[in-house]
C-alpha cells in the first residue's frame, strides 16, 4: 500500500515568526506585567511611525531580556523583516546561547472601519507573502469601502494564517462595550488588553481599561494581548 504523505504542512513545520500555536500559548499566559519585560506585542519602528531603526529595537529587546515581540507598523512589514535580518544575524554571532534570542513574530497594524469608526487591528504570525495582504501592506491605509470592512480585514489576516486583535478598544469613539462583541461577531480573535492610554512613563497599562477589556475579552472567548 501506498501512503499519501504530500499533507498540508503542520504548524511545527512552519517558520517560528509564523508559528500561530506557540503564539496563542504565550497569550494564554501573559498578564498587566508582561509588558514591557517580558512580551510586547505593540510596537513602530521608523518604517511607520516609531522613533527607532528596526535594529535598534533588537539590541533593546535583548539588552532587556524580552521572551517575544511582534513589530506591528502600520500597513507595512519592512521593520519586521529588517529586524528578522538582524536577529538571525545575532543568533550566528551567539551560538553558545548564553543569552536566549527572543521569538520574533510577523506583525502589521491595520486600519478597518467598525461600528463607523476607524479602528486598528493588529495582525500577528502570519505569512507576510499571503495574496490576501497584499491590500494592507502597502505602506498606506486601506482603500475601498469592501476591503475597508472590519470582517474583510480579520478574514484577510486568518486567511494568511495569522491572527487578528482589536487595538486599544477604548480608544475610539464608539466604546468597547459595543466595539468588542461587533468584533467578536466577525471572528476576531483576541483584544488588546493591556495599554497605556495616558501613555505614562514607566509604561504601565490603564487600569480602569483593562478590567472593563479583560472582563469583555473573557465573556466572549477572545485572546488578550
Request: with cysteine.
Given at each position: ?14 517558520p ?7 503564539l ?9 506585567d ?86 486598528h ?105
Amino acid at each position: 500500500i501506498q501512503l499519501n504523505t504530500a499533507s498540508a504542512p503542520s504548524s511545527s513545520l512552519k517558520p517560528e515568526a509564523q508559528n500561530i500555536s506557540d503564539l496563542k500559548q504565550v497569550l494564554q499566559t501573559i498578564n498587566a506585567d508582561s509588558c514591557q519585560g517580558s512580551y510586547n506585542f505593540h510596537l513602530q519602528t521608523v518604517n511607520s511611525d516609531g522613533r527607532s531603526q528596526s535594529e535598534k529595537v533588537m539590541e533593546q529587546a535583548i539588552a532587556i531580556g524580552l521572551k517575544g515581540l511582534a513589530i506591528t507598523d502600520h500597513h507595512s512589514t519592512k521593520g519586521y523583516a529588517q529586524a528578522k535580518i538582524w536577529l538571525d544575524n545575532w543568533k550566528l554571532k551567539h551560538p553558545d546561547k548564553k543569552i536566549a534570542a527572543p521569538t520574533l513574530w510577523t506583525g502589521a497594524e491595520i486600519n478597518a472601519e467598525l461600528l463607523n469608526n476607524d479602528v486598528h487591528i493588529l495582525a500577528y504570525a502570519f505569512d507576510p507573502e499571503h495574496p490576501s495582504l497584499t491590500p494592507y501592506l502597502r505602506g498606506k491605509g486601506t482603500e475601498g469601502h469592501a476591503s475597508y470592512g472590519a470582517a474583510r480585514v480579520i478574514e484577510a489576516i486568518q486567511e494568511a494564517g495569522g491572527l487578528a486583535v482589536l487595538a486599544h478598544p477604548c480608544r475610539y469613539r464608539s466604546t468597547a462595550d459595543k466595539l468588542i462583541p461587533e468584533a467578536a461577531s466577525f471572528g476576531i480573535d483576541g483584544v488588546e488588553t493591556y495599554y497605556a492610554y495616558g501613555n505614562p512613563c514607566p509604561w504601565k497599562p490603564s487600569p480602569k481599561q483593562t478590567a472593563l477589556v479583560k472582563d469583555l475579552a473573557e465573556t466572549y472567548g477572545l485572546l488578550g494581548t
